[in-house]
C-alpha cells in the first residue's frame, strides 16, 4: 500500500502541491483561516481529482499554472492581479468540470457512484466562481467572509465529498447507498440555497445532511477494506459526524437568534476538523488504493441515423422477422407474434394520457414535436386512430441488422419514426429501436419475456435494457424507462399498455386497441 501511496501522491505537480502549501503556511500574509481553502486548492482537490481523472501533459499544465496563481494571491490579493490570477483559478475549475461533464456523457444516469464522482468534479466549478467573488469584491449579496466561506463548502462539502463517497460507491453495494448519494451530492446546493432564501430549509437539509452523514459512516463501518484504509476512511467519514452537529447547530442558531454557534467557532472548530481530518485523512485513504470503476462501457450496435429519415419506398410485413428470436412464443397466444410479424395486417386505436404533473411540459414540448414530426403524441386523450407503414431501411446507412422504419400518423402527420433492430449480448436478444432526433438519436433497448400469456418488453432490466441518447460519439443512458405489456383478448384482437417513467415517476401512458384488417 505504500507504494500505491507513493504513485498516486508522489507525481510531481503534486509535490509541487505541497510545496507550495507549505510556502503559503509559512510565509503568507493572509488570514490563518485563508488557509483552510489553500490546501483543498493546492493538495486535495488536484489528488482526488487525479484519481478519477487521467489528466494529460496538458492538464498537468494547467494545475501547475493553477498552482502558482492561488500561492500568488496570498501576496496579491487585490486589484486586476488578484483578479486575473482568481480568474485563472476559475478556468482550471472549468477546465475539470468539462472532465466531469464528458464522463458522464459516457455513461449518463447509470452507476451512482460515478454520478456521485461526476457531480463532485463539475461542484468545483461553482467553488471556482464563488472564490472569484471573493477575490474580485463581487456583491453577491453576503458579506466577503459568507463568500469566501462558501466557496470553501463547494470545495470540502461538495467537490471532495461527493468524490469520496462515489470512490467508496466503487466497492460498496447496498440499497441505502443510493439514497445516501442523492442527498449528500444534492445537499451542497439545499443547504446554499436555505443559507440564501430560508433558515427553515437551511435546518431541514442540514438534517438530512446528517442523517445522510451518519448513515455513510455506518455503511463504511460494515464494508471490508485493507486495515489502514479502513481506519483512515473512518476517521474522515467520523470527522463529518462531529462537525455536521455544529453546522446544524450554527443553522439553528440563525433561527432562534442566539449566537450559540458562530462564524468565529465554526472557523476553528469546523474548519481545521474538516481540513485536516476530512479533507487530509480521506485523501490519504484513497490513495492506498484507487478502488476500480464496476461501469461497463455500452458495446450494443446505435443506429447512425440523425434528423429526419430519408424517404424509404421498400414496404416490409413487420416489427420483426420471428418473435421468437426474442422470447419462447409458444407460451403466448398466436396473435401475439402475429401482430410483430405481420404488422400492417393490424389496425392501431391509441389513447394518449398525460399525467397531471407533465401536462404543462407536454404542452410546451408539442410546439417542437410537430415542427419535428417525431415523438409527436396529442395533447387530447380521446381515442384516435393511428395510421402507419413499415419500410426497409438500408443497413448500410443504420449500421444494425436488418432495420426497418415503423412511420406511425394521425391524420396525416406524422407522429412516431420508431427504427427497429436487435441485438444479442451474452445469451439475450434484445429489440434494438432509433428514434432519430436532430443531431441525435434516441435508444430504447427493450428486455422481452412472456408472463401468465402476456408479452412484455422492458427497458428497466439488467443488461442492455435502458433508454439512451446518442449524440456524435457519447451514448449515455437517460433516466426515462418504459414498459409494454401486450395482452390477446381474442384471436383478431390485442391490447396494449405503454407506460413511460422519468426518475421513477409516471408520466405518460397509452392505451392501445388492435385489431387485426
Known sequence: MLANLRNNLGSPVLLLGFVLTVVCFVFSVQPNYMLLLTVAQLIFVPATVKMVIDVNKVGDTIVVVMMLAVTMLHWWSEGWVAIALALIYVLYTAFIA???????????????????????????????LWFFAFIANIDTGFSSLITWLTAIHFHYSACLLAISIGLFGRIHKGNCYNMVVVILVTGPLLVAFGITFSTILEIISVTLYIVAIYCLFFLALKTKLPRQQSLLLLISYGALCITILWSFMYAFSNLVGNSYVGIP??????????????????????????????????HFPVSQIR????DQSDSHPGLVDALSDFVDTTKLPYTIPHFYEETNQYRLLASVQWKTWFKPFALIYQAISRVMQQLNLPFSSKEIEMTGRIVKVDELQDGRLAPRAWIRQIDKQTIFVAIYSKHTTGQTTYMNIALPLPFSTMIGVLYLYEDHGELHLTSNHAGDAGIYLAINRFLFKLPIHEHFTITA?????????????IFGVPFLQIDYRITRK
Open 98 to 128: 468539462v472532465q466531469g461533464v464528458k464522463r458522464f456523457l459516457q455513461r449518463g444516469f447509470t452507476n451512482m457512484a460515478e454520478i456521485s464522482i461526476d457531480v463532485g468534479i463539475i461542484y468545483i466549478f461553482i467553488g471556482g
Open 489 to 501: 383478448k381474442d384471436e383478431k384482437t390485442l391490447t396494449a399498455v405503454h407506460k413511460m417513467r
Open 265 to 298: 467557532e465554526m472557523l476553528k472548530f469546523h474548519g481545521i476538523m474538516n481540513g485536516v481530518f476530512f479533507g487530509g485523512v480521506g485523501v490519504l485513504a484513497w490513495a492506498l488504493a484507487i478502488p476500480d470503476t464496476t461501469h461497463q462501457p455500452f
Open 307 to 310: 434528423g429526419k429519415l430519408q
